[in-house]
């Protein structure tokens, strides 16, 4: 078993900046694929960022590239969204995700493991 557990988030300005993280507990996280999905209102979770159990690659939706960067750090068992150039419309809750693979994760079909959710909300 998994636990993650999210730091981070919070109330900004639009155009400020946020940092989220997910702290593995239980077992290590270096095997897994690990991402980043929000959740607004009213809407179902959507994909925002993954990156590959070795961090070769990342994969963002098109709405936040050039704004948020993922990153981990295998030997501290940590996963990281760093928010840039926030906007309203990234006001959401924020879940970190463990993937079944190593290399894919892109939908809550492909998720083995969910962090508890951080609230982010960007003012106007």
């Known amino acids: 078993q998994v636990q993650l557990v999210q730091s981070g988030g919070g109330l900004v300005q639009a155009g400020g900046s946020l940092r989220l993280s997910c702290a593995a507990s239980?077992?290590?996280?270096?095997?897994?694929?690990m991402g980043w999905f929000q959740q607004a209102p009213g809407k179902e979770r959507e994909f925002v960022a993954a990156?590959?159990?070795?961090?070769?690659?990342?994969y963002y939706a098109d709405s936040v590239k050039g704004r948020f960067t993922i990153s981990r750090d295998n030997a501290k068992n940590t996963v990281y969204l760093q928010m840039n150039s926030l906007k309203p419309e990234d006001t959401a809750v924020y879940y970190c995700?463990?993937?079944?693979?190593?290399?894919?994760?892109?939908?809550?079909?492909?998720?083995?493991?969910w962090g508890q959710g951080t609230q982010v909300t960007v003012s106007s």
């Open positions: 990156i590959t159990w070795s961090a070769s690659s990342t």
């Open positions: 239980g077992r290590s996280i270096s095997a897994y694929a």
């Open positions: 995700a463990a993937g079944r693979s190593g290399t894919y994760l892109r939908s809550g079909n492909d998720v083995a493991y």
